[in-house]
């Protein structure tokens, strides 16, 4: 039987630009972009495209936006995953913790391969997407299960996702709590995920399932009525259909109906990176206020606050105590 011991958690996030330079966002674009799950477009078109078009222009734009959010330490992703890895190891002591990216640096095969090399025997991968989709959780797993086949004597496991999670819910909701009590609570509290194209829900990935699940559970143990929040799906990307609403279009609903203070929370994002700090907390509340007059106050991910580590330490027991 596996011992703690010999137990290790790798905690894997999606990924960040080295550097806040339009290089930097250029190689690390080509591998997100370049992954089939995320662009499920055939390769002979999709390739020339990303190449001779996107990165190019993508590249300095992008850099300019991450250079506004970026910390002394680095990426702000990247900086929030490794302290939140480090306070989780606080919390399984017995347990090796680290943290890996799908796509830039750390790498994932590299990390799964370093602790098979250190002697790890089980190997838990939690990917820090509360809600699976076909097009994140599922590009992890294809890595977990290349390395299965390098190490089939290993006893790797991933969890899937754990918008349902009753500690991981109530994490969510003690910091909107906590963040409005702090600073009084706006008219309307603006759930806003990461946007998916509607043909890949349609061919029934779970995500806005879960999504619409977990941001109805916290509001519920918020104590919040219906009409008093609702949801809505940002950074979307090229010119075909995405998840309604979005979240543009729902700010803008809220404007019309006269809402002069919006409460926003990104629940889907375990930590603040670009598409929470720069589209949201500096663009969406910029719109908001030219439009209105009126403030958008965004309220930050859970990062490594030690709520957010108490419920994965929760999650991450539970899991393997279930399959023991």
């Not at 002979?44 to 495209?49: I, R, Y």
């Not at 006893?155 to 991981?168: K, P, Q, S």
């Not at 995500?207 to 977990?214: D, L, N």
């Not at 729902?250 to 404007?255: G, K, S």
Request: proline letters at 6%; a negative charge; charged letters at 25%.
């Amino acid at each position: 039987m596996t011992s703690a011991s010999d137990s290790a958690l790798l905690l894997v996030n999606l990924g960040t630009p080295a550097a806040p330079t339009a290089a930097a966002v250029r190689r690390y674009l080509g591998e997100f972009l370049g992954d089939p799950r995320v662009v499920q477009i055939p390769r002979l078109l999709w390739k020339p495209l990303l190449h001779g078009l996107i990165l190019p222009l993508r590249g300095a734009r992008s850099a300019e936006k991450y250079a506004q959010v970026w910390l002394d330490e680095g990426s702000p992703l990247e900086v929030y995953t490794r302290r939140l890895a480090q306070v989780l190891q606080s919390r399984l002591p017995d347990w090796q913790v680290g943290h890996a990216m799908r796509y830039g640096e750390p790498a994932l095969l590299p990390a799964l391969r370093d602790l098979q090399r250190q002697g790890r025997r089980r190997i838990v991968v939690l990917p820090l997407y509360p809600q699976y989709s076909t097009t994140t959780t599922a590009s992890v797993d294809d890595v977990v299960q290349a390395f299965r086949r390098e190490a089939p004597q290993l006893d790797v496991r991933m969890i899937d996702d754990y918008a349902e999670h009753a500690g991981w819910i109530e994490a969510v909701a003690a910091s909107i709590r906590d963040w409005r009590q702090r600073h009084d609570a706006g008219e309307h509290l603006l759930f806003s995920f990461h946007g998916l194209p509607q043909r890949v829900a349609d061919a029934g990935d779970p995500y806005p399932r879960q999504c619409e699940a977990g941001a109805r559970a916290i509001a519920q143990a918020l104590g919040l009525r219906d009409g008093e929040w609702s949801l809505a799906y940002q950074s979307r990307f090229g010119r075909e259909r995405w998840l309604e609403p979005a979240t543009d279009t729902a700010l803008a609903d809220l404007a019309a109906r006269g809402l002069r203070k919006v409460d926003v929370v990104c629940p889907g994002f375990a930590v603040d990176c670009l598409e929470t700090l720069e589209e949201v907390a500096i663009g969406y509340a910029k719109g908001f206020a030219n439009a209105t007059g009126g403030e958008l106050r965004y309220i930050p991910c859970l990062n490594d606050s030690p709520t957010h580590a108490d419920a994965l330490a929760e999650l991450v027991t539970a899991s393997s105590a279930s399959t023991d």
